[in-house]
């Protein structure tokens, strides 16, 4: 039976359209959509009443967790005494504080500049062309290129998903934005310079700075990367790659974009990825974390050198805006957002107990013949799911596996991602909140859902046991956290 009623079905069924999904799938009477109700901490139930742990925080969003009254009163109060005011020139308040703060904490430098916007799409839109206006103002009209990584995701609007480089998202939509090019992503595990290595030999940076030579890096207006990369699963780029880039756009004039949709506001550890890897990006793109998920926002945050550019007369200003950019519900919602983060740490929290969990699931499934690879920072976690650990064959042709998979973990009671937009992994990214109690049982429901995924392959229990977990109470303290750079200085 269905959670909905006859009418919601029939609009289900109808009306509703929801994002990269088959509607037809709920065109049946007999459609089971999951449909979430209700939100405390790091626990969501559904319609029925049954509860789930979100190890996703929603869609790498929910930083804060659900429930959060303080930032559902901040929008409240913010709209009792104004619901809207125009960005096209008018300064809200909220707005002013919020970038003053971004400023304050950005990798870009004390002096950023930030252009707010409503989404992560549109953040990566709006940088593009704040990068390419950019190359144009400084005299290099021919500088139209962009160049980001195979297999990253950086949204929908036709200059991100041009720059995107998953080509399930970017068929039959041509013709895309020209210019857009795509360098092999840095993928330690299956890295065809360094797998067999101990530790990464920069063959990735070669491969880069190849194909940067290759279409002439005086064409080159930006290169776009993701300090860690979502898509793929959790790819933490090395900081070989990180120093080579640098210094490669610094030789060219490239404008470099660090993509942190995801990465930002605690998720990798620290308040952003690219400080946490020692990436120096001239523009940095930022959405979901910023306000956790309670209102919409993102946000474009320059560099000075490429705010000051657009200075001086009217017509050397950056063309580009919306109107619900920056909109002042969001701005204040942003701003409670980053006030608990910062008095709960949750930055230093995500950094200390994302390491942990990295470190307790490489150990459970040190044996497990189905786990390829468990890797990531902070709380932004991959499992890379195998045949065969031992050869690494792949699970890609393995038929129907992540609809199956991703049943699996909702009938454990676990909101995961099973994504092969790469090699098929599970996503773990939990809200920076969630209790050693609730990651405890995380590690539990996993161990139980890669049991059944070793017995659909056959691996299980011939050649792997379960290891037996240790109960919630043995799960070890977490150390007081260091204080982070401060959001007020
Ligand atoms: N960039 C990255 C790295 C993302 O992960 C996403 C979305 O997941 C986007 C851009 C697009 O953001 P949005 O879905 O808010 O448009």
């Not at 360098?183 to 595990?189: A, D, H, K, L, T």
């Not at 998920?293 to 017509?315: E, H, M, N, R």
Request: aromatic content about 8%; overall charge negative; hydrophobic content about 40%.
């Amino acid at each position: 039976m269905s959670p909905l009623t006859a009418n919601q079905q029939q609009m289900l069924a109808d009306n509703a359209w929801l994002h990269f999904c088959q509607m037809g799938n709920f065109v049946s009477t007999n459609a089971r959509p999951l449909v979430l109700v209700r939100g405390e901490g790091s626990r969501l139930w559904d319609h029925e009443g049954r509860e789930y742990l979100d190890a996703l925080s929603g869609l790498f969003t929910v930083n804060v967790g659900y429930g959060r009254h303080e930032i559902i009163d901040a929008i409240a109060q913010q709209l009792q005494s104004i619901a809207f005011v125009s960005p096209f020139g008018f300064p809200s308040l909220p707005l002013l504080e919020l970038a003053g703060k971004l400023a304050a904490i950005a990798p870009t430098g004390p002096a950023s500049r930030s252009f707010f916007v409503t989404s992560g799409s549109e953040a990566v839109e709006a940088a593009l062309k704040m990068a390419k206006a950019y190359q144009r103002k400084q005299g290099f009209p021919e500088r139209t290129k962009v160049v980001a990584r195979r297999g990253s995701y950086h949204g929908v609007t036709m200059g991100a998903l041009s720059a995107t480089g998953v080509p399930e998202y970017r068929k039959g939509f041509g013709p895309l934005v020209p210019g857009a090019r795509h360098v092999p992503p840095p993928y330690p595990y299956r890295c065809r310079h360094c797998a067999q290595c101990s530790a990464c030999t920069g063959g990735c940076a070669d491969d880069f700075e190849e194909i940067l030579e290759f279409e002439d890096p005086t064409t080159v207006a930006v290169v776009i990367m993701e300090p860690v990369q979502n898509s793929g699963g959790a790819l933490v780029t090395p900081p070989i790659y990180i120093q080579r880039v640098r210094e490669l756009c610094d030789h060219y004039g490239i404008v470099l974009v660090a993509d942190e949709v995801i990465n930002a506001f605690g998720r990798v550890g620290g308040w952003f990825g690219s400080s946490e890897l020692g990436l120096r990006p001239d523009i940095v793109t930022v959405a979901k974390g910023i306000t956790s998920g309670y209102a919409a926002l993102g946000a474009v945050i320059a560099s000075k050198q490429i705010a000051d550019a657009f200075l001086g007369t009217d017509d050397n200003k950056f063309m580009h805006g919306s109107t619900f950019g920056g909109h002042v519900g969001s701005c204040a919602a942003a701003l409670a957002t980053l006030g608990i983060l910062e008095r709960e740490q949750l930055p230093e929290r995500s950094r200390q107990v994302g390491a942990w969990l990295l470190q307790r699931l490489r150990e459970v499934f040190a044996d497990h013949p189905n786990v390829g690879d468990v890797r990531g920072k902070g709380m932004f976690i991959a499992i890379e799911l195998v045949r065969d650990r031992e050869t690494r064959e792949s699970l890609s042709q393995e038929v129907q596996l992540m609809e199956w998979l991703s049943d699996q973990l909702l009938q454990h009671g676990l909101i995961c991602r099973a994504d092969d937009r790469m090699e098929p992994v599970i996503q773990v990214a939990p809200p920076l909140v969630m209790t050693m109690e609730e990651l405890d049982l995380l590690v539990h429901r996993l161990t139980d859902v890669l049991h059944v995924l070793g017995r659909r392959l056959d691996s299980v229990p011939a050649r792997y046991a379960a290891v037996p977990l240790p109960a919630a109470s043995a799960v070890p303290p977490v150390a007081t956290p260091a204080r982070s750079p401060s959001i007020a200085a």
